[in-house]
């Protein structure tokens, strides 16, 4: 990512339209390189995972700016972004990398549950918490994730009791992991397969929540058996 990082570092100091047009060929041959980075991503994560089929053009968020609503107006990102789904209606979650100087990382969970299947997980806490307690406490989650990360409720969501002894999970509104690479890491040669790696420590919680989303609270399947 060597090329990726050189243009990424000039665009943030030179983040203008004349500057962008001027080096257009930088531009290229960046896009270019995280292509061909977001390719071996998706080949990799079919062979341990169900991912949702789309071109690797499509899987790469555009560098422009939507800055209608927005305060910063300069008018490109400073980072790649890559996003996957999850394929088929049993396997729920997306996958997220970035690539930015200081800033490359790996997410992934469910970053804006509608309101029917925030309910529908909230009661599958409320009513059974330990599996999701025991992948979030074990240490191989702590060490390479911290913790959950998400937009959470400053009280007790609509419901649910203020004294509810799960209330530290139900007041979430995202459900998040995220791990941060070093520069280092993010220009290794095996970039693609350290990205892919972190997704694989995602796995148990993906699954978990699958799992809840697609069962009642009697365990019994949600989903038709066409």
Do not use: C
């Amino acid at each position: 990512m060597k090329k990726t990082f050189q243009y990424l570092k000039q665009l943030k100091s030179n983040n203008n339209k004349e500057w962008f047009n001027n080096n257009r060929l930088l531009y290229e041959g960046s896009y270019a390189e995280v292509l061909e980075l977001g390719q071996h991503v998706i080949d990799h994560m079919n062979e341990h995972d169900n991912i949702e089929t789309v071109s690797v053009k499509k899987s790469i968020f555009r560098i422009y700016r939507d800055v209608r609503f927005s305060k910063d107006k300069t008018p490109y990102k400073t980072n790649w972004g890559g996003f996957m789904r999850r394929s088929t209606a049993k396997l729920r979650g997306g996958y997220y990398y970035q690539i930015e100087p200081g800033n490359s990382y790996v997410a992934g969970g469910f970053f804006n549950p509608n309101s029917q299947d925030l309910l529908h997980i909230r009661k599958q806490i409320s009513q059974y918490s330990e599996p999701l307690r025991e992948i979030l406490n074990s240490q191989k989650f702590i060490e390479y994730f911290g913790q959950l990360h998400g937009e959470q409720l400053k009280t007790s969501p609509r419901g649910f009791e203020k004294n509810n002894p799960d209330l530290d999970l139900l007041r979430y509104k995202r459900f998040i992991l995220r791990h941060h690479f070093s520069d280092r890491e993010a220009l290794n040669k095996d970039f693609a397969i350290t990205i892919v790696n972190g997704f694989k420590q995602m796995r148990p919680f993906f699954d978990y929540m699958s799992d809840i989303l697609t069962t009642d609270l009697n365990g019994v399947t949600l989903l038709s058996e066409d």
